[in-house]
């Protein structure tokens, strides 16, 4: 029913181990199964089927941004990392990433709460320690692993990692709001990622469905579309003036 969510898998997967491999069409079985629970979430071959584009929109005052929803133990989503992180540097753009929990995983939530508890400390230190836990995701089984990572990861960043980093439960609310937010939109898999413009000559938002062969290209044309024309030149002949 979802050749294309299938093919896309398999081509993110073919050079990723046979254990890691398996995770991720294990993670793309589960939300095709859940997709096909869910027809209002249905996705056409080619992208996603946008149902509220509220969330595709750049920050106040950036031109050209990447939205990202995305698990932390979504195999496919570690594999875009690096690239995704590669291209903020390199054009110099925020990158707004949301939660999507994949239903069965068992530590990404876990592992979403720590992540906005670093964020409480520093955006800078939560983004990091999501860049290391998907580095990490080979060695990560079950949440007790997960546990001592981010003890780990706290302790070389000066941090005091508490015995409960959300005891009132705020910050899983957030990443529950995040998965809600992702329904509402319409995503249906991780990662997905889009590239969002504001004031462009182009489309508002530009879904890249292969982040390895097609983001670099889509930026690059979101910026040109996105950069203002520069005025006229305006040159003075004695009392006459000519554009």
Not at 20 to 25: G, S
Not at 68 to 72: K, Q, S, V, W
Not at 106 to 109: A, D, E, G
């Given at each position: 029913?979802?050749?294309?969510?299938?093919?896309?898998?398999r081509?993110?997967?073919?050079?990723?181990?046979?254990g890691?491999?398996?995770?991720?069409?294990a993670c793309?079985?589960?939300?095709?199964a859940a997709?096909?629970?869910?027809?209002?979430?249905a996705t056409?071959?080619g992208g996603?089927?946008?149902?509220?584009?509220a969330a595709?929109?750049?920050?106040p005052?950036?031109?050209?941004a990447?939205v990202?929803?995305?698990?932390?133990q979504?195999p496919?989503c570690?594999l875009?990392?690096p690239?995704?992180k590669?291209a903020?540097?390199k054009?110099k753009?925020?990158?707004?990433?949301?939660?999507f929990l994949?239903?069965y995983h068992?530590?990404?939530?876990d592992?979403a709460v720590?992540?906005?508890?670093?964020?409480?400390?520093?955006?800078?230190?939560g983004n990091e320690?999501r860049?290391q836990v998907?580095a990490?995701?080979?060695?990560?089984y079950?949440?007790m692993?997960?546990?001592q990572?981010?003890?780990?990861f706290?302790?070389?960043?000066?941090v005091v990692l508490p015995?409960?980093?959300d005891?009132?439960?705020?910050?899983n609310?957030e990443?529950?709001?995040?998965?809600?937010?992702?329904?509402?939109?319409?995503i249906i898999?991780?990662?997905?990622v889009?590239v969002?413009?504001a004031?462009s000559k182009?489309a508002p938002?530009i879904?890249?469905?292969?982040?390895?062969?097609?983001?670099?290209q889509i930026l690059g044309?979101?910026?040109?579309?996105?950069?203002p024309?520069?005025p006229?030149?305006v040159?003075?002949?004695?009392k006459?003036?000519?554009?």
């Open positions: 029913m979802y050749p294309w969510f299938v093919a896309n898998f081509a993110r997967t073919a050079r990723v181990p046979t890691r491999r398996f995770r991720t069409f793309a079985a589960l939300l095709v997709a096909c629970a869910q027809a209002q979430f056409p071959p996603t089927q946008i149902r509220d584009s595709l929109k750049p920050p005052g950036s031109r050209v990447i990202e929803f995305a698990d932390l979504c496919a570690g875009a990392n690239v995704l590669a903020v540097a054009y753009i925020p990158w707004i990433r949301h939660d994949i239903p068992n530590w990404s939530r592992a720590n992540a906005r508890w670093f964020d409480l400390k520093s955006k800078a230190l320690y860049d998907f990490a995701q080979a060695v990560i079950n949440p692993l997960l546990h990572f981010t003890a780990k706290a302790q070389a960043n000066g015995p409960d980093v005891p009132q439960g705020k910050l609310a990443v529950q709001a995040d998965s809600e937010l992702a329904k509402r939109t319409g898999h991780t990662p997905t889009f969002v413009t004031n182009g938002f879904e890249v469905l292969r982040p390895e062969d097609q983001l670099d044309q979101a910026v040109v579309d996105t950069t024309a520069k006229a030149k040159v003075k002949t004695g006459t003036m000519h554009q």
